[in-house]
């Protein structure tokens, strides 16, 4: 079983920056992508940003410039840092981790959520 754990989250002013961070734990082979999702009220989740074991990524277009995801392979931990914070960056932001366990089953976990809020 494969637990993925987010923190980070909170209240920030429009302009602002946070970084969140997720950590990926238990039992498996190799962590593929890792990555931010998130979803406000009403809304669909949506992709933020995810990033391969590679390094590759991938942004959300209204992101781009203003949020960096990156990864520590050896703590099986990644970071999405976000500057310039608006008010329609609100939601809660979810991590998601995809890999094999070691009995070379896919997984694709969720953690619980972390709530970003950002006051205008």
């Known amino acids: 079983q494969v637990q993925v754990v987010e923190s980070g989250g909170g209240l920030v002013q429009a302009g602002g920056s946070l970084r969140l961070s997720c950590a990926a734990s238990?039992?498996?082979?190799?962590?593929?992508?890792m990555g931010w999702y998130r979803q406000a009220p009403g809304k669909l989740r949506e992709l933020v940003a995810d990033?391969?074991?590679?390094?590759?990524?991938i942004y959300l277009s209204s992101l781009k410039g203003r949020g960096t995801i990156s990864r520590d392979n050896a703590k099986n931990t990644v970071y999405l840092q976000m500057i310039s914070l608006k008010p329609e960056d609100t939601a809660i932001y979810y991590c998601?981790?995809?890999?094999?366990?070691?009995?070379?089953?896919?997984?694709?976990?969720w953690g619980q959520g972390t709530q970003v809020t950002v006051s205008s």
């Open positions: 998601n981790a995809k890999g094999l366990t070691t009995t070379l089953r896919t997984f694709d976990s």
């Open positions: 990033i391969t074991s590679g390094g590759g990524t």
């Open positions: 238990g039992s498996f082979k190799r962590l593929n992508v």
